[in-house]
């Protein structure tokens, strides 16, 4: 066995870069991504489609003047056209009685992913849902 040497670094790994900072956005642009994704929350009032119609509106009304908003809007059309598409195989489901539990899932993970997702709009920051169908591009 050789001995170590002292001018050795006892950690050659290279150091952690830090995360990228946010762009340079300004706070309008950040509240309306931000609105973008928590629009979709609008399912409470509209059960069938306003988790798609919320994030809808905002692209509508801000895709010519915000790029960041425009493409947080997109995301979370995307998203919630995945979710949507996940209850009815829920619903379908259901009839075996699997589908509840799948639908119970699928309700906290949707509502835990587009707060999480608003609150990454807030900060300036381009949030990807992993289990997304990119209907919008």
């Not at 493409?71 to 949507?84: D, P």
Request: with cysteine.
């Amino acid at each position: 066995m050789q001995p170590r040497r002292h001018d050795a670094p006892v950690n050659s790994s290279p150091p952690a870069t830090p995360p990228a900072a946010p762009e340079n956005l300004s706070e309008d642009e950040r509240t309306w991504g931000m609105i973008a994704h928590f629009s979709a929350l609008a399912f409470f009032v509209l059960p069938a489609v306003g988790s798609v119609v919320g994030p809808l509106v905002v692209w509508a009304i801000k895709k010519d003047q915000y790029p960041f908003a425009t493409e947080a809007a997109k995301e979370a059309i995307n998203f919630n056209i995945t979710v949507l598409i996940g209850y009815i195989v829920c619903a379908v489901l259901a009839f075996a009685f699997v589908g509840l539990v799948l639908g119970s899932a699928l309700f906290i993970y949707w509502l835990v992913m587009t707060i999480v997702a608003g609150v990454k709009a807030s900060e300036g920051i381009h949030y990807r849902h992993r289990f997304a169908l990119r209907v919008l591009r």
